[in-house]
């Protein structure tokens, strides 16, 4: 079982940038295919990135595209987020999570929440307009 530390939210002005990460452990960590979601206070946990195992596939939600970049390092056990022009509405809890995604292929990413076994306990990110 994976356990997953969200780290690098804060308060940022608008068009700012921030670098999430999330450090994995308990785990092998190259097996799992990784996810960032958000929560906005009084809306449903929506997706915004997710990675394949090696790295070599990326799927960005249509608002953060442009914006964002995932990326992983599997020798330090540890995905990030990069996050560019930061709007207002990027405003959220950020969660990383992984999903074991046992029969899928290695270029493989979801999108969907419930595919994801792991979660972290979020970070928190504020832009200010």
């Known amino acids: 079982q994976v356990q997953l530390v969200e780290s690098g939210g804060g308060l940022v002005q608008a068009g700012g940038s921030l670098r999430l990460s999330c450090a994995a452990s308990g785990g092998t960590f190259s097996s799992y295919v990784m996810g960032w979601f958000r929560q906005a206070p009084g809306k449903e946990r929506e997706f915004v990135a997710a990675i394949s195992r090696s790295g070599g596939n990326t799927v960005y939600a249509d608002s953060v595209k442009g914006r964002c970049t995932i990326s992983r390092d599997n020798a330090k056990n540890t995905v990030y987020l990069q996050m560019n022009s930061l709007k207002p509405e990027d405003t959220a809890v950020y969660y990383c999570?992984?999903?074991?995604?046992?029969?899928?292929?290695?270029?493989?990413?979801?999108?969907?929440?419930?595919?994801?076994?792991?979660w972290g306990q979020g970070t928190q990110v504020t832009v200010s307009s």
């Open positions: 999570a992984a999903d074991p995604a046992y029969y899928s292929g290695s270029l493989y990413v979801g999108r969907r929440d419930w595919e994801y076994d792991y």
